[in-house]
């Protein structure tokens, strides 16, 4: 059994050394021939899912948007995953092949993913749409009533900024901007409430940065009780809160290219 098991590690070792022999770096691609590639033509694939494959994501994200690699993978250590995508051209039924790669680091993290051929990567570039996309978020399922701390955040708030910044994180090829704006409704002074806006749009901030994504891109500004929702008459009351709700609200902007 001993000796059993050392043969297998010594062909584990050696498995990964091959491997890691062969493996690319992004100064030296190593393509895989055509007929290793499990599908024939090229999988035909949306080019936003393609887009959303940046730096700093992992390669189960990317096997969320990407699907598993299309030749073997290896038994482990394997850095790198390739892809043979099939793409429509807009000219009728003409379609385009293209090798892509994926190179992962030691933590198994995307840092850098490469074209075979120049006229697949111009062909996803003109593709590429900048527009700025806004998400709003009822600051009362975040946020305790009137607070606007790091501790004062809800657990299903934090659920949902987690999934925020994963959709901020992965759903764009490139992000120029985020903006976070809190707004409160009209009740107190305008100084409190512009006070607790831009606190609220602070720790949301935080909580994305937390979350990976880049402080220098975000942006938290405060706006008080302006641009209301809904306008309720009546002074403060249980009955008025409820329906000034909707004024209570985190909007986040992203401003990128899918």
């Not at 385009?96 to 190179?103: A, D, F, P, T, W």
């Not at 749409?129 to 004062?152: E, I, K, P, Y």
């Not at 090829?173 to 903006?179: C, P």
Request: hydrophobic share 40%; glycine share 8%; with cysteine.
């Amino acid at each position: 059994m001993k000796r059993l098991i050392m043969g297998l590690a010594a062909l584990a070792a050696m498995v990964m050394g091959a491997n890691a022999s062969a493996q690319s770096t992004a100064d030296n691609l190593i393509w895989p021939d055509l007929n290793s590639y499990h599908v024939i033509t090229g999988d035909l694939i949306n080019p936003p899912n393609v887009r959303r494959v940046v730096t700093g994501i992992s390669k189960k994200q990317v096997r969320l948007l990407l699907n598993n690699p299309h030749t073997s993978e290896g038994l482990a250590g394997v850095h790198e995953w390739d892809y043979l995508f099939s793409f429509l051209t807009g000219n009728g039924s003409e379609r385009v092949s293209c090798q892509y790669k994926v190179l992962f680091n030691k933590d198994m993290i995307v840092t850098s993913t490469h074209w075979r051929d120049e006229v697949c990567a111009r062909f996803m570039a003109d593709k590429v749409v900048n527009q700025t996309h806004s998400m709003t978020l009822g600051a009362d399922g975040l946020f305790a009533f009137g607070r606007s701390g790091w501790a004062d955040l809800q657990a299903s708030g934090r659920a949902r900024l987690g999934e925020l910044a994963m959709q901020i994180k992965t759903g764009f090829s490139k992000v120029r901007q985020v903006t976070v704006s809190g707004y409160t409704d009209r009740i107190g002074s305008a100084a409190d409430n512009m006070k607790l806006s831009q606190a609220r749009a602070e720790t949301v901030k935080q909580f994305l940065v937390s979350e990976g994504v880049s402080e220098s891109l975000i942006r938290a500004v405060g706006r008080g009780a302006s641009e209301p929702v809904v306008n309720c008459a009546g002074a403060k009351s249980p009955s008025v809160i409820e329906c000034l709700a909707p004024n209570r609200r985190i909007v986040v902007s992203v401003n990128g290219d899918k």
